[in-house]
């Protein structure tokens, strides 16, 4: 009999980095594929993104509602109650033999604990990252603590892992899942671009995407605008700009963004969801990328554009040279945008080495779930802590 392989996805981002190992486990003989979808990909504000996940070819198990329209940390700690009960009913009618999840949202920490206690084993994608100005952080590692088998993208992130307590040989180092897409994805020219999005660009161009901060304290209102105000200043550059995710703070931004746009109906595309293809395409293609999102740190270097990293969203997280922090103000902005539009990072091969790794995870976690052999009780591991 098979192994029933559950993945779980609850935002467009994590999808899209999801795509090919769910390809790839639907078409592994040796495996069975379940598909339990939540989140952001079942509300309308946010896209309804679950379609393009049917429209790839993908069969959904269970569709679990648990999004609040709320933007509050209290609406935030209840839509996570409401997963727990609904992931609970949807794992029991599926029974797998084994879920993935992957990273550190609020989602994906209930999915986890719902697991552990049913006893379905996980595997913990990005595990031991740090992005200190989010509660992702904590849940990140909490879910790395509910989970059997670990797939990180660097060996420092498995070195920190191990650290957790985890034993060595249930964490493996298989680089950055996305990153698959650069090896086996079509991307579009900036034309095909163009037409698919229905919007003429006929300039250079910034992809802009800004998640509110969740624990520094940085406003996202605040924060947002200071960006839109730093935009102005590069009226020679188109704009894509993209939606926030579904974190405390994430819907007051919306207003803002479609008010920016409808302003700037030439200059500036506001859109829900790109989509993976859609989105990689056009880092490809991009003068830079602008924002917080954990995709301008992970993703973009191996593409040879720059990104500016605004913020404390994803401070502690391991970059290429090419990846510009800057203070949440306009004028560190500014300058930012102007370095990373600036810099010739196609002919510096040294700013955009990438330490996520080549594009080749998705076999070494199929490799890894084959090989691996679960004990229902998990040992913690003890460093030596006399050769540290």
């Not at 599926?94 to 550190?104: A, R």
């Amino acid at each position: 009999m098979n192994k029933k392989i559950a993945v779980f996805t609850g935002t467009r981002a994590e999808y899209g980095l999801l795509y090919w190992l769910i390809h790839d486990i639907q078409n592994d003989s040796e495996l069975e594929l379940q598909l339990l979808v939540s989140g952001t990909h079942l509300s309308p504000e946010f896209g309804n993104t679950y379609k393009q996940i049917e429209a790839d070819g993908f069969i959904i198990n269970e569709k679990v509602e648990m999004l609040l329209s709320s933007n509050s940390a209290v609406g935030v700690s209840k839509s996570l109650g409401l997963a727990v009960l609904g992931f609970t009913d949807a794992l029991d009618r599926m029974k797998p033999d084994m879920i993935v999840i992957l990273g550190d949202r609020f989602e994906a920490l209930a999915i986890a604990q719902t697991a552990m206690i049913l006893r379905i084993p996980v595997i913990h994608l990005h595990g031991g990252e740090i992005t200190e100005g989010a509660y992702d952080d904590a849940f990140r590692h909490a879910i790395t603590k509910l989970s059997s088998l670990h797939c990180t993208s660097t060996n420092e992130y498995r070195n920190r892992v191990i650290q957790l307590g985890e034993m060595p040989d249930k964490v493996k180092n298989v680089g950055a899942i996305g990153l698959d897409h650069l090896q086996r994805s079509q991307l579009m020219s900036v034309k095909e671009l163009s037409a698919s999005l229905k919007f003429p660009i006929n300039k250079p161009y910034l992809v802009v995407t800004y998640h509110p901060v969740t624990l520094a304290d940085e406003s996202p209102i605040e924060t947002f605008q200071t960006l839109l105000d730093s935009l102005d200043e590069f009226p020679e550059l188109q704009i894509i700009l993209t939606y926030p995710n579904a974190d405390d703070g994430g819907r007051k931004i919306i207003p803002l963004l479609e008010e920016y746009a409808k302003q700037n109906k030439n200059r500036v595309f506001a859109i829900a969801s790109l989509g993976q293809v859609r989105y990689l395409s056009a880092i490809k293609n991009a003068a830079a990328v602008v924002g917080n999102s954990s995709s301008g740190v992970i993703e973009v270097p191996s593409f040879n554009v720059g990104s500016v990293n605004i913020g404390a969203r994803q401070k502690g997280r391991l970059a290429a040279k090419s990846v510009i922090h800057c203070d949440p103000n306009k004028s560190a902005i500014v300058n930012a945008i102007k370095s990373a539009v600036d810099k010739s990072y196609k002919t510096v091969d040294e700013l955009t080495t990438n330490p996520y790794g080549q594009g080749d995870a998705t076999g070494q976690i199929i490799d890894f779930i084959k090989a691996s052999k679960i004990n229902s009780v998990k040992t913690f591991y003890n460093l030596n802590l006399e050769s540290l």
